[in-house]
């Protein structure tokens, strides 16, 4: 029963920002590694951040790297991707995901949003 739905996507002009959420359910939400990743128009699913459960320690990939920041509020069960300065390479369905360890591939998160799109047009 767990569950992880995102929210914030949508069409923005380059230079703009976004903020995405994600709701996380029927998990130990204090306990897991949070993570943001992507998928473009004929690419595989990349990596875009990560965040441990203390919401201090972060990583990025170096596409977003002072960008992109990744935020979690444990009394909400949510996680949050402030996306600043968007390039139209930014594209991509993001999807949310969790894990009850540290993790940065897909693979190492058994737990998926479905996730939303982000459009950014020159």
């Known amino acids: 029963q767990v569950q992880l739905v995102e929210s914030g996507g949508g069409l923005v002009q380059a230079g703009g920002s976004l903020k995405l959420s994600c709701a996380a359910s029927?998990?130990?939400?204090?306990?897991?590694?949070m993570g943001w990743f992507r998928q473009g128009p004929g690419k595989e699913r990349e990596f875009v951040a990560s965040?441990?459960?203390?919401?201090?320690?972060?990583y990025y990939a170096d596409s977003v790297k002072d960008r992109f920041a990744i935020s979690r509020d444990n009394a909400k069960n949510a996680v949050y991707l402030q996306m600043n300065s968007l390039k139209p390479e930014d594209t991509a369905v993001y999807y949310c995901?969790?894990?009850?360890?540290?993790?940065?591939?897909?693979?190492?998160?058994?737990?998926w949003g479905q996730g939303t799109q982000v459009t950014v047009s020159s």
């Open positions: 995901a969790a894990r009850y360890a540290f993790g940065t591939t897909p693979g190492e998160y058994p737990y």
């Open positions: 029927g998990l130990t939400f204090s306990s897991c590694t």
């Open positions: 965040i441990r459960r203390n919401g201090i320690t972060t």
